[in-house]
Every structure is written in C-alpha cells, then in structure tokens.
Nanobody
Framework: VQLQASGGGLVQAGGSLRLSCAAS????????MGWYRQAPGKQRELVAH???????NYADSVKGRFTISRDNAKNTVYLQMNSLKPEDTAAYYC???????????????WGQGTQVTVSS
C-alpha cells in the first residue's frame, strides 16, 4: 500500500492551495483518511480527518479555512486550504487506516510529506 501526496507549494498569505493524496495497492477499506502537519521544531499534529461516511474533524486552528473531502472510489483524500497564514507553513502528511482484506487488522500508512510555505 502506498499513499502519494501532491499539491504543496509556496503561496502568499491569504492564498489557497489544494492537496491531494491517492492510495494504491491491495486495499479493502481506508477509514479514516486524514492530513497531519509538522513544522520545524514542532510535533506532528492532526489537521483534519474524514471517515468513509463523510464525517469530518478539524483542528481548531484550521476550522472555517480548510476543507477535507474524499473520493472513496479513487481512495483519494483532498485538503482545500483557503485564507492561508504564515503559521500554516509545514510539511503536510496524508494518513490512512487501511484494512487490506475484510478480515485483516487495520494498519496506519503515511504518505511522503508535501511542503506548504506561506509567505507574509
């Protein structure tokens, strides 16, 4: 199983970016899928996650600015980031709790980080 993230970049404060993360391999289900971020010198923190049924959860710092969504048929999760702030600068990692068959246990898989840099 692999998670491939894309969409990071450099943007001015107030701008927008959209991250994507596609999972591939032997997958029965992924629940939930989410985005985490890690700034230099700080611990990795949850940004948002979404269940296969569409329930979402956001960090307080991004509520009202970021929107997480997913395409279950494509095993892909998205993060629309609006009104970006310099403090949003971090490496963003996608994560999925994957069940490879109906009866197998869940394991967490991570994508490679994609850098988001917001200039003031």
């Amino acid at each position: 199983v692999q998670l491939q993230a894309s969409g990071g970049g450099l943007v001015q404060a107030g701008g927008s970016l959209r991250l994507s993360c596609a999972a591939s391999g032997s997958i029965f289900s992924i629940n939930p899928m989410g985005w985490y971020r890690q700034a230099p010198g700080k611990q990795r923190e949850l940004v948002a996650h979404i269940t296969s049924g569409g329930r979402t959860n956001y960090a307080d710092s991004v509520k009202g600015r970021f929107t997480i969504s997913r395409d279950n048929a494509k095993n892909t999760v998205y993060l629309q980031m609006n009104s970006l702030k310099p403090e949003d600068t971090a490496a963003y990692y996608c994560q999925g709790s994957v069940r490879r068959t109906m009866h197998s246990p869940e394991y967490d898989y991570w994508g490679q980080g994609t850098q988001v840099t917001v200039s003031s």
